[in-house]
């Protein structure tokens, strides 16, 4: 027993813009397929696409086309680690008050978790103490060594 599709049911369907299989919902019918759907998620109006690729069963793998080149792995790589780290950026900064963040001074003496206003990086998280007198501070690009307890 497969559903019966409608206009105004909902079928999966490839999505042109997201290009992702996803929940459309059916605008028009040709005979007992859809025809034209509306994405759900992005609203957009397209034209039936079945879902996985099935109806799109060529996959240029060959020479030839103007394919844009894969990254790397590497690359692929350090992509994933910029990504994560904002992500933990995201998560230590997000909802804090401007009164957590203590600005940050070559003299003060900070310790792992503390949140810092940097004048030019921004804010920051201390993730690691390296020495006595180093830090590593986590800002939103990238993390970066900062002096402390560094008599001025
Ligand atoms: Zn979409």
């Not at 109806?55 to 690359?75: D, I, L």
């Amino acid at each position: 027993m497969t559903k019966s599709l409608s206009v105004a049911g909902e079928v999966d369907s490839y999505c042109t813009k997201c290009r992702m299989d996803l929940n459309h919902r059916i605008v028009s019918m040709k005979g007992t397929k859809p025809h034209q759907v509306m994405c759900l998620t992005c609203n957009t109006q397209h034209l039936f696409r079945a879902p996985g690729g099935a109806a799109t069963a060529k996959t240029p793998r060959a020479a030839g086309t103007r394919a844009s080149r894969p990254p790397s792995a590497a690359q692929a790589k350090l992509e994933q680690a910029r990504a994560d780290r904002e992500l933990t950026w995201q998560k230590a900064i997000a909802g804090r008050a401007m009164g957590d963040f203590t600005p940050y001074k070559m003299s003060g003496i900070f310790e792992e978790g503390q949140l810092v206003n940097h004048k030019k990086f921004g804010d920051g998280i201390v993730v690691r103490i390296v020495d006595a007198n180093k830090l590593e501070v986590l800002f939103q690009d990238e993390s970066r060594t900062l002096a402390h307890s560094q008599a001025s």
